[in-house]
């Protein structure tokens, strides 16, 4: 990858999926499609209401999902991926993959510490 530093655009992708919440809300939103905002808070039993809506507010914003609230009474509202959204897929996948085998590598570095074996990288781990 041939890239310009200045001119680095992965903060902006990074600032749309970084956080807590957003990388499960997109996954679920993505897997099991459209959800209710109480849907969503018994799946993220530890996300406070208030950062759900602020959480879902910014994705709506910039048009990653899309929220669609029915006249009813009491009013129905639900979320799902917009078409630009799903163009995320791909990457919350490698992301997802990625995160598995470093946590995997992480492992075996430890274990191989534990076991008084040296860094294959010739590095002492402190």
Not at 42 to 71: C, F, G, N, S, W
Not at 90 to 101: D, S, V, Y
């Amino acid at each position: 990858m041939q890239k310009n530093p200045e001119q680095c655009q992965v903060v902006v992708a990074l600032d749309m999926i970084v956080g807590k919440w957003k990388p499960m809300i997109l996954l679920y939103l993505m897997n099991e499609g459209t959800k209710r905002f109480s849907e969503l808070k018994r799946l993220l039993p530890d996300i406070t209401p208030r950062m759900l809506t602020l959480q879902l507010r910014e994705l709506e914003a910039h048009d990653i999902i899309e929220r669609k609230v029915y006249p009813e009474v009491p009013p129905r509202v639900e979320y799902s991926m917009t078409e630009y959204g799903r163009t995320l897929e791909p990457i919350l996948e490698a992301m997802h993959e990625w995160g598995k085998a470093h946590l995997e590598h992480m492992k075996a570095k430890h274990a191989r510490q534990s076991e008084g074996v040296a860094d294959p990288s010739g590095k002492s781990g402190r």
